[in-house]
């Protein structure tokens, strides 16, 4: 990158960390790898119990080390690092995850090439609990070309497809952006914070997305975003937040295509949760929360598997009407919770970003 080490903007890297002894050091040397020239690394450590506090000691003055006195959570530790960062632009990673070399500096770049956005992203390999490559994720046409994206775009396509294309420890966002829009809500929406930051940012400030593979992504060790999902029964927080946009002002730009597909979505969560209450043997929520997925919802959008989900749907309401089958809970405990790294295509990244 041109111009000399005074001119170009400091990177202010956060890394929230709790009991990450694991995966810490592989994750910070590919941090501190990076071709930019000027970050600071503040490891904000959630008052671990494990060695991760000598793993961080151990690069002595190469990382700033902030020790919580009690458990804050990803997000409350990213709100603190961003008061105390000093850059000029704030990136938010994993502990876990592995960085490529040059991540920081393509994202200064966007920023630097267009000063009205926000905020930059990237995208992101995913990699199991041994680092194997799994699957990579396929951002939608409607967000591809690498150049800032209105809000309207963005949000539109987030009711579309949910969020599979804005990964948290991908982002960069200015730091001037941060201090205008307020803290992530880790009150309200917990490890699904950052989808409503995104928005957030979004309504003031263009955003981008990168097409390049610059983060390897891990899932699959007992993350936070695993144990949200496993034999979850309330409403994904995903809904909660797009709804509280469309409530707000957002309606008026949502397409009816766009609106029809997040319906859709939500009759599949409603399906998923009905699976897992009889799996709990909670046969009178599982009927419950039956009733209210309608068939025409499951039909309204081509961005869900329609046939399979009306054969779940009926085979569910013949379920419900029966005592519980302990065979069938079994398969279906082993087909949604004990099988292999699912499709990039099935995740939502706004769950997975509380790595």
């Known amino acids: 990158m041109a111009g000399s080490l005074d001119s170009l903007p400091l990177v202010s890297i956060i890394v929230p960390v709790f009991n990450g002894e694991r995966y810490l050091r592989e994750s910070l040397d590919s941090i501190l790898a990076q071709t930019y020239p000027r970050t600071e690394v503040l490891v904000m450590d959630d008052a671990s119990t494990d060695t991760t506090p000598e793993i961080i000691a151990s690069y002595a003055n190469r990382v700033k ?10 997000y409350g530790n990213a709100n603190d690092g961003i008061t105390i960062a000093r850059g000029e632009y704030v990136a938010v990673y994993h502990a876990d995850d592995l960085y490529r070399p040059n991540i920081v500096e393509r994202e200064v770049a966007f920023l630097l090439r267009y000063p009205k956005a926000g905020a930059a992203f990237c995208l992101e390999i995913f990699i199991d609990a041994s680092g194997r490559e799994r699957s990579r994720v396929e951002i939608p046409p409607e967000v591809r070309g690498s150049y800032p994206l209105s809000y309207e775009v963005i949000f539109n396509a987030l009711l579309k497809y949910k969020n599979r294309f804005l990964c948290c420890p991908t982002s960069m966002v200015r730091a001037s952006v941060y201090h205008e829009v307020g803290t992530y809500r880790d009150g309200e929406f917990l490890n699904s914070s950052d989808l409503e930051m995104w928005l957030r940012i979004n309504e003031k400030y263009p955003i981008g997305i990168l097409e390049e593979y610059l983060l390897r992504y891990r899932y699959g060790h007992g993350n936070s975003s695993q144990r949200y999902h496993h034999l979850r ?20 730009i949502a397409t009816p295509e766009a609106l029809a597909a997040y319906e859709g979505h939500r009759a599949e969560d409603r399906l998923m949760r009905s699976v897992n209450h009889y799996i709990m043997a909670q046969l009178a929520q599982s009927q419950q929360v039956l009733d209210q997925v309608r068939p025409a919802q499951i039909f309204a959008s081509d961005q869900i598997q329609s046939g399979r989900l009306l054969v779940l749907f009926l085979l569910l309401k013949i379920l419900v009407c029966l005592p519980r089958i302990p065979f069938v809970a079994k398969l279906f405990r082993q087909r949604w919770h004990i099988k292999k790294l699912p499709r990039r295509s099935n995740l939502q990244l706004s769950t997975l970003s509380a790595g």
């Open 65 to 74: 080390y902030y020790r919580q006195s009690q458990n804050r959570g990803i």
């Open 233 to 252: 029964t309330d409403p994904e927080r995903y809904f909660r937040i797009m709804d509280l946009y469309l409530e707000n002002s957002a309606r008026a």
